[in-house]
Every structure is written in C-alpha cells, then in structure tokens.
C-alpha cells in the first residue's frame, strides 16, 4: 500500500512540474499548422462515372462546403442525388461543421497556454482533448454519411437500395466511383495532434529517467 501511495504522490508531483522550457517554442510552433487548417479543406471526395470523364470533386472545409470546377460540382452533384433521392447537400445540412472552427480555436488556446504557463498536466488535457476532438468529429462525419445514404426519398426517380457511402477509400456505386481521403486541413491537423504527443511522450520519458535517478540517490 505504501509502495501505490508514493507512486500516486509520485505521478502528481510529475504532473505539477512546468513544461520543460524547450518544449515551449514547439508548442508555439505546433500553433501553426492548426491555424493553417482553418484555410484548407479537411476531406476531399471524387466522383467519377462515364459521363464525366473529368470527374466531380467535393471539399469539405471547417466552415464550408466547395466544389471543382469553380463550385459548379456541388451543384451537379445535387443534381444526381435528387434522382435517388439523397438530401440536398448544403452548409445547412452539414450543421455538424458550425462547432468544428470552434473547437480548432479552442486548441490553439489551449495550446498557447500551455507554451506560456502550462505544466505536465495542462500538457496531458491538451492531448487528451486533440484526440477527443480529432474522434469525435470523425464519428460524426460518418455518421453523416451514413445518414445521407440509408435517408432515401422513396418517391425519388430511381429507386436505390440504402447504403453506406464511402468514408476512407474507393468505393463503387451504380456506375459512380467514389474516392474518399482526408485533405490538407486534416494532415495539418493531425500534424499538431502527432506533435502534441511526442512532447508528451517526451516528458514521460524524461520524467521517468529522472524519477529513477532521484530513487537511486537516496540512502538505503
């Protein structure tokens, strides 16, 4: 019981410590890639079939929705989703997006905090909270899709079975070939989410190194 006692008191007083002085500056520059992200898409989709050779392009940004061709791709894809009866894809539809520049504010606060007067555990909230948010909006993001395709007008023109749309990958419907990836916005924020955790991994380490060089400098 002693032994967990002082392990606990150990890991608190870990958590007290100030951000080593080094990690600082990263911090501040981990700040921008996230606020880079505010300005690139963070999914991009493509739709290909045989009469469009050139294909349709969808981005999804934090605050909007844009296609290729000057825009003009959001519009043509609404126009096929009406004879299956998809919903209307619009900014109103994806409401989801209105807390993501919300959230992504929130990190480069929390992240700026940290650099200036953070310790460990502001540091440990920090990462928790990025990979919250990174989850979260993932999940959602499927789960929008999901929604959008099992969601089907049953007096649209064409009569489509319910289905999943694509996510992560390539997938074929009808004669529609759908490709799915994260964008630059995602790759900038996951940047700062890897950036993150290596500094705390880095503080882990060198914590524990110093914890077991303070054990073994004391008397037996």
């Known amino acids: 019981m002693k032994k967990l006692k002082d392990a ?16 600082r ?51 043509e894809i609404n126009t096929l989703n009406h004879y299956i009866g998809m919903r209307h894809l619009d900014r109103s539809e994806l409401s989801d997006l209105d807390w993501i520049p919300f959230a992504l504010g929130l990190l480069v606060i929390l992240a700026l905090r940290v650099a200036v007067i953070g310790n460990v555990r502001s540091l440990v909230d920090l990462v928790v909270i990025t990979v919250y948010v990174g989850l979260f909006s993932l999940a959602r993001f499927a789960y929008k899709l999901w929604i959008f395709g099992h969601d089907l007008d049953p007096k649209a023109p064409l009569r489509v079975e319910p289905f999943m749309p694509v996510v992560f990958g390539r997938k074929t419907i009808a004669n529609f070939t759908t490709e799915s990836y994260p964008a630059a916005g995602t790759w900038l ?25 303070e054990r073994s400098a004391q008397p037996r």
């Open 8 to 23: 606990v008191e150990g890991f608190e007083s870990f958590l007290g410590r100030p951000v080593y002085f080094a990690a």
């Open 25 to 75: 500056p990263l911090l501040l520059l981990l700040v921008v890639p996230m606020i880079l992200a505010f300005t690139q898409p963070l999914w991009h989709m493509h739709f290909e079939a045989p009469q469009y050779p050139s294909g349709l392009d969808l981005y999804v940004h934090a605050y909007k929705l844009d296609g290729g061709h000057g825009g003009h791709d959001v519009q």
């Open 189 to 213: 924020i996951s940047a700062f989410a890897i950036g993150c955790v290596a500094l705390l991994a880095w503080h882990l380490i060198a914590g524990r190194r110093a914890h077991v060089r």
